[in-house]
Structures are given as structure tokens and as C-alpha cells.
């Protein structure tokens, strides 16, 4: 049995329109898929919304989307894919911070070892790496990758 409303987008004003004076609150929707609740979110931040999403609390395992990802997590395949002349997120790093998954996207390698440390930082462990949905065998991997980039220059603005 599928569980249903297993994903959530939480939306509201963007804290630059808030004042003092009048207080915002923020919408919750639930969705049976991930398609589902990124279709949602791209609507919302087309609207000006502050949007964060992830999986509903208590499912394993648990995946939020920050407010500062949830962009290029909103992209549909099409957006996120270089043959259609856009930048790839072709790079995934997670890993688990006190039981909860932490996911960030990045176009570039060196994107990727950026977020990797920062990730580091805060308490994550392990730190997992994927380019294009295919972790990275070695530690040397990233390495040369962003090598690369800095000898072809990597396309990216």
C-alpha cells in the first residue's frame, strides 16, 4: 500500500514583505508524490512565496529542501537538463544530520566540494556525493572533476 500525502510544500509572504505590524503565516499542502509537490512549489515561488518542502515528519527516510534549494529542486528534468541549453544540477550531496536527511543540489563539481565542506561543518556525516544519480567511487573523483572544469572552464554563470 502506497502511503499517500507523503510530501509536504510549506509557503508563505517572503520575509521582506512581513512588517512589524502585521504578521504572516505560512500554508501547508500535502501531496501523494514528489512530482506532485514540485509542480506545487514552482507555482509558489512564481508567486513570490518563501517555499520549503520535504517529506512528511515520521517517514523514513526523511528528506527536507531548504528555502535557499528549493529552486533548483522545483525545476522539472527539462529545466534542469544541459541539452535544453540550461544548467544541469547533475550533482547531489546528502547526507544525515541527527537522523534527518540534508540534500543539496550543485551545477559543478566545485559547487558540489563546496557544499560537501559546508555540509562538514555542520555535523554531517556521512557525506555522499552523486553526479548524475551515481555516487562517486573515489575521494579522487571530485578531485579530478574539478580539475577538469578548471582546464575546459565549466559552462556555468
Sequence with gaps: MVDE????????PRRSYRTPDRRSSQT???FDSEADARS????AIRNGHTV?????????????VAAEQVRIWALDRAERDPRQGRA?????????????????????ATEAAAIAAELKGLGVSPIQIKKDG?????????????????RQGSGYE
Design 28 to 30: 501547508i499542502h500535502h
Design 40 to 43: 506545487f512549489a514552482r507555482i
Design 88 to 108: 544541469s544540477m547533475a550533482f547531489t550531496v546528502s547526507g544525515d544530520l541527527d537522523g534527518r536527511q540534508e540534500l543539496r543540489w550543485a551545477a559543478t
Design 52 to 64: 520549503v518542502a520535504g517529506t512528511r515528519p515520521g517517514l523514513e527516510p526523511v528528506t527536507r
Design 5 to 12: 500525502n507523503t510530501w509536504y510544500v510549506m509557503f508563505g
Design 134 to 150: 551515481l555516487a562517486l567511487e573515489d575521494a579522487g573523483a571530485l578531485e579530478r572533476m574539478i580539475a577538469a572544469e578548471a
